[in-house]
């Protein structure tokens, strides 16, 4: 036995331990017994619950003869057996109710305190990351190919001409600005002014833009342009605008969390993602709306728009950046998903989106709800951007224990004739018949697995996990004060009746359930809904990547009168094992390479 420090005795041992706790038990009852009943109080024991001080009866209040005589709990302890239905376990008798009473007293509460003393003050997750961490790839590894990670070898792109106006403009690809950049046809301050003008004009229509980050963008600008001058280009993203996610740190600008709790927050930190765009030459031209603390579209500035429905929500808390790309308010953003918000507001607003591998991109200095579920994604006009953007973004940081050093492939070479692509029935066939005719070999296909409650498993580890980041903020009753009391309030009060045991027992049921996805997935890759929540919830737990891709349009739901361009995106998803984005990225591209629906421009506020 450890000595205790400070030269104490040891504790006693359990046996004797038990023994005081039946004797202050006992006494705790014969005190009741011998005290006089209250007034009003009957011999069923109205008005004769004793009350209890410290979890030893008081004199204050009596207990009728007949409940002793029943044997049944007095104060904590009657309230710890109400209790315990909550947990799913109502099985203990009365001497063991009163032994964990006095144990939480003794030993769980101080060491709960001690605990949030040490990693809990600081809200959403910045330090002390956890030491349990999850890898997706790991019933995967027989398949992994262990090789040096090496950057994609980029398509060249026919020399595109400068449009002669600016909507032409913003809705070119990364790799047009890139050439126009590379070729001296545009500067980079002048792509700035031209996205900084639309992020102004159609921002507050959208809701989209929490901070400009002007002063920023032209000093980036003018270095992309000084570097250019000198005869160094650093690549696809030299120079092109871009917005982050505000959930995402950037050194003296507010990182609000979309929360008014947090609005004037400023981290003193550069994000990981924030500095390989930033190495990259990419410009930061403005900090985009998350849903507050990264729930939904909501936040403390108002509710963010749909830009091919103005009257529609974007859904999903990356609505800015979503609905920033889609409107060509900027070329490309980095939004976040830990549960649908890379693929809920890609699929509403109709952009290509990536929800990398689990691990792909680290996330220091960013915001946490659930280390093992969080994952950044690039939103952006194609896949091959998409493509452009995670090479940029992709690596490990020592701030993130769960970052890794993926080998991708180059997606730019991948050869889809050599690869079998099972379809759900939830799929778009025109992905299906798109790619068929491109040479792959598509299959119908179903992912099979017997456990039953994905869903669960999903709600309890990211509850359980972002009340963990925000413990504190809770307990300072700052949830009184959220955008939207039916979403965290509600879900983080209720994750504090999660048992240790059973957030344990979710996430053995989720290894279970990766195993057995792993051993059904017999193709390549497969097309299937985006935003089916079976498959959010599962993609997430098991760490699979997807390429969210527009397929068509169609017509709203009362649409104004007379003619509107108002329209329903459509999209469906493309799906490959952990490590796999490469698969899914080259399907998507060669989807896109013959289709032009990721191509069209919304009508934002218009008819």
């Known amino acids: 036995m450890r000595i205790p420090r400070g030269g104490r005795r040891p504790p006693p041992s359990l046996h004797h331990l038990l023994l005081l706790l039946a004797a202050l038990c006992f006494a705790a009852l014969k005190t009741a017994a011998a005290a006089p009943r209250t007034a009003g109080g009957t011999e069923e024991g109205g ?42 376990a109502d099985f203990f008798n009365d001497s ?172 003193d930190m550069e994000a990981f993602v924030y500095k390989r765009l930033k190495s990259a030459g990419a410009v930061l ?88 579920l969080d994952k950044l994604g690039p939103f952006c006009r194609s896949a091959a951007d998409c493509a452009i953007v995670l090479d940029a973004i992709r690596g490990a ?50 992912l099979n697995y017997n456990v039953e409650s994905v869903q669960f498993i999903l709600n309890i580890t990211m509850d359980v996990d972002m009340l963990a980041h925000f413990d504190n903020w809770q307990r300072e009753g700052h949830d009184d004060d959220y955008e939207a009391q039916d979403q965290w309030p509600v879900e983080l009060r209720r994750a504090r009746l999660v048992p240790a045991v059973d957030y344990v027992q979710a996430q053995r049921a989720r290894g279970r359930l990766i195993r057995e996805v792993q051993e059904s997935f017999t193709v390549d890759a497969f097309i299937g809904n985006a935003t089916d929540w079976e498959l959010v919830c599962l993609g997430n737990l098991v760490g699979l990547p997807i390429v969210v891709v527009p397929t068509g349009f169609k017509s709203i739901e009362h649409p104004p009168k007379g003619n509107t361009r108002r329209r329903t995106t459509v999209t469906t998803g493309i799906y490959a094992p952990p490590d796999h984005d490469h698969i899914a990225l080259a399907l998507a591209m060669a989807y896109q390479s013959v289709t032009d629906h990721h191509k069209q421009r919304p009508p934002i506020d218009a008819n």
């Open 285 to 372: 031209v403005a900090k985009l709306v998350t849903g507050s603390l990264a729930y939904d579209d909501i936040w403390f500035g108002g509710r963010t728009r749909n830009p091919w429905n103005i009257e529609e929500f974007s859904t999903g808390s990356s609505a800015g950046p979503t609905a920033s790309t889609s409107a060509g308010l900027v070329p490309f953003a980095i939004g976040s998903e830990t549960a649908g918000s890379i693929t809920y507001p890609a699929a509403r607003c109709g952009v290509t989106a990536l929800r990398p591998s689990f691990g792909t991109v680290a996330r220091t200095g960013v915001m946490s709800l659930s280390e093992s």
């Open 96 to 267: 063991k109710l009163c032994e964990m009473e006095n144990g939480a007293k003794e030993f769980n509460v101080p060491a709960f305190r001690e605990n949030r003393r040490l990693v809990a003050i600081k809200d959403g997750g910045l330090h002390d990351p956890s030491v349990l961490v999850f890898k997706s790839s790991w019933s995967w590894s027989s398949k992994s190919k262990v090789k040096e990670s090496e950057m994609f070898d980029y398509p060249q792109t026919s020399m595109p001409q400068r449009p002669s106006n600016d909507e032409d403009i913003a809705f070119m690809s990364i790799i047009e600005l890139g050439e126009l950049i590379r070729t001296k046809k545009i500067t980079s301050r002048e792509l700035t002014d031209v996205f900084l003008r639309r992020l102004k004009r159609y921002g507050t229509v959208l809701e989209s833009v929490i901070t400009y980050t002007e002063d920023l963008a032209y000093k980036q600008a003018k270095e992309a342009d000084d570097l250019l001058e000198q005869g160094k280009y650093l690549g696809p993203l030299h120079g092109i605008p871009y917005g982050l996610k505000d959930i995402i740190a950037v050194p003296e600008y507010n990182t609000t969390w979309g929360s008014k709790t947090f609005k004037n927050q400023v981290i």
């Open 397 to 446: 940081d020592a701030g993130d224990p769960s970052s890794r050093e993926i080998a991708l492939e180059d997606p730019f070479h991948v050869d889809i004739t050599k690869l079998t692509v099972g379809y759900l029935d939830s799929a778009e066939m025109e992905v299906v018949k798109v790619l068929s005719a491109k040479g792959a070999k598509l299959v119908p296909f179903k």
């Open 47 to 88: 008005g004769g619950i004793a009350s209890v001080t410290g979890g030893i009866m008081g004199t204050k209040d009596a207990i009728s003869a007949k409940d002793i005589s029943r044997k049944e709990p007095v104060g904590g302890v009657i309230a710890l057996k109400e209790s315990m239905k909550y947990f799913d």
